[in-house]
């Protein structure tokens, strides 16, 4: 009886010891290196994720960097500022602005790690300053070509110091550009167009000159004392507008394509009809009839609108 029991207790023993050795192989040979290969699999996921941002990132990085070097100013610095210089101006005549003045300071090399063509720096910082004068009409037109041009540029302060009493504004602008050593053109400003701006025509803008913050109310008063009187025909049968201005009631009689000689306002008739007038006030169309003054005529743009709607 007690050697049955010992030799029962014998081989549970040995078959629990059969089984830990199993275990223990199992653990060794199998379950070890499969957590093993599934902690080396997951290192590589993390890798390839992390390599696969990497790229991504390095692509959006070398399309951003090819457009700065579109945008950029020419990497000859003598040329960049003389082509730049000379660009200010062409703005400035093409806008009507009067007595420009257009100073440069020194290029400022700034470091960011690279270097440009012919081992020069690869970015420098060229500034400008442009002092004119003009009409907040002539300004808004400056602005509206500078803002569309799809240069690597831009106004670090802007000051206006109205002049006179005939609206005219003194403008000073301080200009910053950027000259890439790898800009993509030697002698040559960027042609590209710019789309920063939410409007792309300029009489989007136009608004902006008949809320003048520097007319002091001087527009809005001359608007009241100029009434569309009558519409008559020449000898040539041409149409003309009759306009009374107010207090000297002296009248001006005027065909489609002539200014309105009146202090504060700039007008001009664009067509005369049976028994109105559409006229340019400040840059914006205006439909007048006969009896109204001008403060009381409705913008062509919201008519087309509403007959639109």
Same mark, same amino acid.
């Given at each position: 009886?007690?050697?049955?029991?010992?030799?029962?207790? @014998?081989?549970?023993?040995?078959?629990?010891?059969? =089984?830990?050795?199993?275990? =223990?192989?199992?653990?060794?040979?199998?379950?070890?290196?499969?957590?093993?290969?599934?902690?080396?699999?997951?290192?590589?996921?993390?890798?390839?994720?992390?390599?696969?941002?990497? @790229?991504?990132?390095?692509?959006?990085?070398?399309? /951003?960097? #090819?457009?700065?070097?579109?945008?950029?100013?020419?990497?000859?610095? #003598?040329?960049?500022?003389?082509?730049?210089?000379?660009?200010?101006?062409?703005?400035?005549?093409?806008?009507?602005?009067?007595?420009?003045?257009?100073?440069?300071?020194?290029?400022?090399?700034?470091?960011?790690?690279? &270097?440009?063509? &012919?081992?020069?720096?690869?970015?420098?910082? @060229?500034?400008?300053?442009?002092? %004119? &004068?003009?009409? =907040?009409?002539?300004?808004?037109?400056?602005?509206?070509?500078?803002?569309?041009? /799809?240069?690597?540029?831009?106004?670090?302060?802007?000051?206006?110091?109205?002049?006179? &009493?005939?609206?005219?504004?003194?403008?000073?602008?301080?200009?910053?550009?950027?000259?890439?050593? %790898?800009?993509?053109?030697?002698?040559? =400003?960027?042609?590209?167009?710019?789309?920063?701006?939410?409007?792309?025509?300029?009489?989007?803008?136009?608004?902006?000159?008949?809320?003048?913050?520097?007319?002091?109310?001087?527009?809005?008063?001359?608007?009241?004392?100029?009434?569309?009187?009558?519409?008559?025909?020449?000898?040539?049968?041409?149409?003309?507008?009759?306009?009374?201005?107010?207090?000297?009631?002296?009248?001006?009689?005027?065909?489609?394509?002539?200014?309105?000689?009146?202090?504060? @306002?700039?007008?001009?008739?664009?067509?005369?009809?049976?028994?109105?007038?559409?006229?340019?006030?400040?840059?914006?169309?205006?439909?007048?009839?006969?009896?109204?003054?001008?403060? #009381?005529? %409705?913008? #062509?743009?919201?008519?087309?609108?509403?007959?639109?709607?």
């Amino acid at each position: 009886m007690g050697d049955k029991r010992t030799r029962l207790l @014998l081989v549970v023993l040995g078959a629990i010891g059969v =089984l830990y050795a199993g275990d =223990l192989t199992y653990q060794s040979w199998i379950e070890s290196p499969r957590q093993d290969a599934e902690r080396q699999k997951a290192r590589l996921e993390k890798q390839i994720r992390e390599t696969k941002l990497s @790229l991504a990132k390095s692509k959006r990085v070398a399309a /951003d960097l #090819e457009q700065l070097e579109s945008q950029s100013l020419p990497w000859d610095l #003598e040329v960049a500022r003389s082509a730049y210089q000379a660009w200010l101006l062409q703005l400035v005549q093409r806008a009507k602005l009067q007595t420009p003045n257009v100073d440069s300071s020194e290029p400022v090399a700034l470091s960011i790690g690279r &270097r440009g063509r &012919r081992g020069k720096p690869a970015c420098h910082r @060229l500034g400008f300053t442009l002092r %004119t &004068r003009g009409s =907040l009409k002539q300004v808004v037109h400056f602005l509206f070509d500078f803002y569309r041009a /799809d240069h690597l540029h831009k106004i670090r302060s802007m000051n206006f110091n109205p002049v006179g &009493r005939d609206r005219t504004l003194d403008l000073t602008l301080s200009i910053e550009t950027l000259a890439l050593g %790898t800009a993509l053109r030697e002698n040559e =400003l960027s042609r590209g167009v710019s789309e920063r701006l939410a409007s792309a025509t300029r009489e989007e803008y136009q608004p902006l000159v008949r809320r003048n913050l520097f007319d002091s109310g001087r527009g809005a008063e001359t608007a009241k004392k100029i009434q569309f009187t009558a519409v008559t025909r020449n000898r040539d049968g041409t149409s003309q507008a009759w306009f009374r201005i107010a207090p000297s009631g002296k009248t001006q009689i005027l065909s489609a394509g002539q200014p309105l000689n009146c202090p504060g @306002l700039e007008v001009r008739v664009l067509e005369v009809l049976p028994a109105a007038t559409i006229l340019s006030l400040d840059g914006e169309r205006i439909r007048v009839r006969i009896g109204q003054r001008l403060v #009381e005529g %409705t913008s #062509e743009r919201a008519r087309l609108a509403h007959q639109n709607d």
